[in-house]
């Protein structure tokens, strides 16, 4: 059955006491208090950066993403009457505090929904709203990915991502997930000092754990905690040694493999771009939201040649398979940060390069071990595919087939060919031929 990605307009709770409004979002339900406790109710703009976000979290055209299990934990949140909860500045700041007793209808949404814990719009003392567009970043993000990681991967990948506990405590959950974790606290890469207040030896506790596990390990994945977090760390929860994919495939291999086999397949690394346009110092930035009536769309993630447009975005991610990629109105960066064969058959083809308006491509120098770590890497232009074979054998990194529109990366040095096709080949043809300098390539 296809899945149909729709969201709603920002509409009244009435039957969601204390909560005054909602937006629906593929299937999640996000509440946003209303008046009460001393607080304003939710803003209807920050309703929609939250609902923004969770789009961008769970971008079904976004690279890597499997549709079909995608759709099954969209589905698992709906099944489930999941919702995300949103209110102002902090859980302590409603007075009288939030429960039954104080405001009807706390108990009856809490029973009759499931929820992990709140996205806080921020405010400092003077009343100022999200101070640090970073903080809003990162208190939005952090708590979007406790409610998926505990609603929707476990549905998904039950035997990867089991929660439940066999004997009510902490020490009955087992299973892959528990399995990663516990290789975190073991090798110094997680550290559960700071949740000893909640130990109580309960299945709670042990979710707890996991929560707030996943949170840190997508968020170094990412390269997130470095750019958005206090201090550029989440210290000592989290390593500082272990901020990238490499050193955490090093040091948690049972955590990084979770990642790339399946949390990437079904929650989406945000746009940067995208969220420091949403969330701006002093709550300036806009949501970008537009309700819709849903798109239908067929699980199909085996499509060999989808598309991928960029529309207005300014970033787009070479794919896991071979794929078009379409520059968008503005300047648009091609990144790519997979590794694949770099063969024909793998190659991404993408539509409508312009030097003019300046799109790039960016070339990981994790994914492609033989660029040099930054800057720039030695570039040729040739228009024969004799001129092609000759700068195999000069040590260039990067050579363009201008006729062909074929971009080879070169892992031979001066030797004939480009070496291993895991290293060296086809890494992109560029359709009609467009001109293409050194400029327009950075290693990042």
């Not at 968020?219 to 040694?241: H, I, M, V």
């Not at 495939?249 to 790339?260: C, I, R, S, V």
Request: glycine share 8%; with cysteine; aromatic share 10%.
């Amino acid at each position: 059955m296809a899945f149909d990605y729709s969201s709603s307009k920002v509409k009244a709770a009435n039957e969601f006491k204390p909560y005054s409004k909602y937006i629906d979002v593929y299937g999640l339900k996000i509440l946003g208090l209303g008046n009460i406790g001393g607080q304003p109710a939710v803003e209807d703009e920050f309703l929609q950066k939250t609902a923004q976000t969770f789009k961008l979290l769970l971008n079904p055209a976004a690279r890597g993403i499997n549709k079909k299990h995608q759709t099954k934990a969209l589905k698992a949140l709906a099944n489930e009457s999941v919702i995300q909860r949103v209110g102002v500045e902090a859980y302590d700041a409603y007075m009288p505090r939030l429960d039954n007793d104080n405001y009807n209808g706390w108990d009856n949404v809490n029973d009759s929904t499931n929820a992990t814990d709140f996205i806080w719009h921020l405010r400092d003392a003077s009343g100022t709203y999200s101070p640090s567009g970073e903080a809003q970043i990162t208190e939005n993000i952090e708590h979007a990915l406790h409610t998926l990681t505990q609603f929707a991967l476990p549905e998904t990948f039950p035997s990867k991502f089991n929660i439940s506990s066999t004997n009510g405590k902490d020490s009955g959950i087992s299973g892959d997930l528990y399995a990663a974790l516990q290789e975190a606290i073991s090798n110094g890469v997680y550290n559960i000092t700071d949740y000893q207040w909640a130990d109580d030896g309960s299945e709670d506790y042990g979710q707890l754990l996991l929560r707030e596990y996943l949170y840190c390990l997508i968020y170094a994945e990412w390269g997130f905690t470095q750019l958005y977090t206090e201090d550029k760390s989440l210290s000592p929860e989290w390593s500082d040694d272990h901020l990238s994919p490499k050193a955490i495939a090093q040091d948690n291999p049972l955590g990084h493999k979770l990642f790339k086999d399946q949390i990437s397949k079904v929650i989406s690394k945000p746009s940067r771009t995208e969220l420091e346009e949403i969330f701006q110092d002093g709550d300036t930035g806009l949501s970008g939201y537009q309700p819709s009536q849903g798109t239908t769309t067929k699980p199909n993630p085996d499509n060999n040649f989808p598309k991928v447009d960029s529309g207005d975005s300014h970033e787009v991610y070479a794919g896991a398979k071979r794929k078009k990629l379409k520059s968008g109105a503005n300047s648009t960066d091609f990144i790519f940060d997979h590794a694949e064969a770099l063969t024909k058959r793998n190659a991404d083809h993408i539509i409508g390069f312009s030097s003019n308006k300046e799109d790039r491509i960016l070339l990981d120098s994790e994914t492609y071990p033989v660029l040099p770590r930054k800057g720039k890497a030695s570039f040729e232009s040739v228009r024969s595919k004799k001129g092609v074979k000759q700068l195999t054998m000069e040590n260039i990194d990067l050579i363009y087939f201008e006729k062909k529109g074929q971009l080879f990366l070169n892992a031979n040095g001066a030797e004939r060919g480009f070496g291993n096709k895991q290293e060296g080949g086809l890494l992109a043809v560029l359709k009609g031929g467009p001109s293409l300098t050194a400029a327009n390539i950075e290693i990042i």
